[in-house]
């Protein structure tokens, strides 16, 4: 790809990974992950996404100003997040979780029920915002040789 976004998306598509071009996107990020993921949800505002949240990043969310509908995780009762995955109401995912016992179980479910409902998944917030790098650049995708990328390149050098 010329770009980042664009190689990151032909990369996906080369390993079976779709991502969506609409729909619920969940996030769910751990604490030292949530500045980041301010970024990574206006991303996906941007291209049309709405957004479900747990009630920490939902609070992160609405205090930058993002637009999201807070979800119930698992141990906080029905309807929540494992509930709608299943139910085919989220088009993407995007969880990352602390080191503790509680919070891995319930990511355990999350991840699990998206596994079997074949929702695309990032569970590093550096692969969120790939993913959303490359989204933007979905329907930019074209196909270029490597003899092609390597004259540019030279062309770039040689100033």
Same mark, same amino acid.
């Given at each position: ?68 509908? /807070?979800? *119930?995780? &698992?141990? !906080?009762? =029905?309807?929540? $997040?494992? +509930? ?6 989220? %088009? @993407? /995912?995007? *969880?990352? &979780?602390? !080191?503790? =016992?509680?919070? $891995?179980? +319930? ?6 029920? %998206? @596994? ?44």
């Amino acid at each position: 790809g010329r770009t980042f976004g664009e190689a990151f998306v032909k990369s996906q598509l080369g390993a079976g990974t779709i991502l969506p071009k609409s729909g619920k996107v969940f996030v769910s990020v751990k604490n030292n992950d949530k500045p980041r993921a301010v970024e990574v949800a206006q991303g996906l505002v941007k291209l049309g996404f709405e957004l479900l949240a747990t009630k920490g990043t939902a609070a992160a969310f609405n205090a930058a100003g993002v637009p999201c509908t /807070v979800v *119930n995780k &698992v141990t !906080e009762g =029905r309807p929540h $997040i494992v +509930d709608m995955i299943k139910n085919q109401e989220v %088009a @993407l /995912v995007i *969880n990352t &979780v602390e !080191e503790r =016992r509680n919070a $891995i179980a +319930d990511s355990r479910q999350i991840r699990t029920s %998206a @596994l079997l409902a074949r929702v695309t998944t990032f569970t590093t917030i550096f692969g969120a915002e790939a993913a959303v790098e490359g989204m933007r650049h979905m329907d930019e995708l074209d196909v270029i040789s490597v003899q092609e990328m390597h004259a540019q390149l030279a062309a770039q050098a040689a100033g």
